[in-house]
Nanobody, 115 residues
């Protein structure tokens, strides 16, 4: 059974930092492009960052220079480090594992940026 379990969400003040983790089970981790997506209230789901096994990452323009994605194959975990957070970063952040013809999602974790 495939599971993607996110952790690390919460409330943070503008300008603060937060780190998200997504632990994957039931997949051959190295075969998947891992990614983070987010959905803000009243808005569509958008890609934040993805990281393939090899090659370059794909990054939403508004988070460039502030967010960093990484993956640890020894722990089957993908991370999202978010710095200089803004109120507009408030959203449910979801982990994704993707390869051709296959797409898995976590349930998401809420990040709220507010003073």
């Amino acid at each position: 059974q495939v599971q993607l379990v996110e952790s690390g969400g919460g409330l943070v003040e503008p300008g603060g930092s937060l780190g998200l983790s997504c632990a994957a089970t039931g997949i051959v981790f190295s075969r998947y492009t891992m990614g983070w997506y987010r959905q803000a209230p009243g808005k569509e789901l958008e890609l934040v960052m993805t990281i393939p096994r090899g090659g370059s990452t794909n990054t939403l323009d508004s988070v460039k220079g502030r967010f960093t994605i990484s993956r640890d194959s020894t722990k089957n975990t993908v991370y999202l480090q978010m710095n200089s957070l803004r109120p507009e970063d408030t959203a449910v952040y979801c982990c994704n594992a993707k390869r051709p013809g296959v797409d898995y999602w976590g349930k998401g974790t809420l990040v709220t940026v507010s003073s």
